[in-house]
Nanobody, 124 residues
Framework: QVELVESGGGLVQAGGSLRLSCAAS????????MGWFRQAPGKERECVAA????????YYSDSVKGRFTISRDNAKNTVSLQMTSLKPEDTAVYYC?????????????????WGQGTQVTVSS
């Protein structure tokens, strides 16, 4: 059974930092693009960050560029999202995702595998 399990969400004040982690199991994701979606009530799903299987290609949405950093460890089957200078508009449920296609993840906001989601709330 394939699972993506997120951890690290929570409540933080504006300007603070959080680190989300995702542990994958059930298969090897070394050939998958892994990333993070977020979904806030009344807003469209957004791919905030993604990293290709080789680690060489990285994507960030304009809304988080310069503040969020994605990293992955293929040997450990993990991916992380370091979030700094958090803003109230970053409040959302964050999902760890994986797909064979970077295009599908980044442009279509679809993914073959999803985690259960973790809530991030940034207070002003």
């Amino acid at each position: 059974q394939v699972e993506l399990v997120e951890s690290g969400g929570g409540l933080v004040q504006a300007g603070g930092s959080l680190r989300l982690s995702c542990a994958a199991s059930g298969r090897t994701f070394s050939r998958y693009t892994m990333g993070w979606f977020r979904q806030a009530p009344g807003k469209e799903r957004e791919c905030v960050a993604a990293r290709g299987w080789s680690g060489g290609s990285t994507y960030y949405s304009d809304s988080v560029k310069g503040r969020f950093t994605i990293s992955r460890d293929n040997a450990k089957n993990t991916v992380s999202l370091q979030m700094t200078s958090l803003k109230p508009e970053d409040t959302a449920v964050y999902y760890c995702v994986a797909d064979r296609s970077t295009y599908t993840l980044v442009s279509r906001h679809l993914a073959e595998y999803w985690g259960q989601g973790t809530q991030v709330t940034v207070s002003s």
